[in-house]
């Protein structure tokens, strides 16, 4: 098995949904006012540490995370659901930093050790 100790990959949190625009309109209620859902929110990027791993080797073949976005809200006071959250799990003593920038993130030294990376829209 190959060994990789070093890889670079790109997250993208979710996008919120978008509210729905409706009003109420029944018989008797002539000005019914607004009915529309908000949204859900977009999906977060966890990284977390395991020791079932041993190597960055998954990373070369999937260097792009993405998290769900949230549904669209809908009439009757429907709310979208949230988008499902991604985590990504590696060795334990991976650092985690930002590409951009060099800074680090996190040193993740303990199993189950977990860092938010990309937070989902609203």
Same mark, same amino acid.
């Given at each position: 098995m190959k060994f990789v100790d070093e890889a670079?990959?790109?997250?993208?949190?979710?996008?919120? +949904?978008?509210?729905?625009?409706?009003?109420?309109?029944?018989?008797?209620? !002539?000005?019914?006012? !607004?009915?529309?859902?908000?949204? /859900?929110? /977009? +999906?977060?990027?966890?990284?977390?540490?395991?020791?079932?791993?041993?190597?960055?080797l998954d990373f070369r073949y999937r260097p792009h995370i993405r998290a769900d976005r949230g549904e669209h809200g809908r009439g009757k006071d429907q709310y979208g659901h949230g988008g499902e959250h991604q985590t990504i799990r590696v060795p334990v003593g991976t650092l985690v930093r930002d590409a951009d920038t060099g800074e680090t993130l996190a040193d993740l030294k303990q199993d189950g050790q977990r860092v938010s990376v990309a937070k989902g829209g609203k």
């Open positions: 670079e990959i790109s997250v993208t949190a979710g996008s919120g +949904g978008d509210g729905c625009v409706a009003f109420r309109r029944e018989k008797f209620v !002539p000005r019914g006012g !607004p009915s529309g859902g908000d949204g /859900g929110n /977009g +999906g977060h990027i966890f990284v977390e540490a395991t020791t079932r791993l041993t190597t960055l």
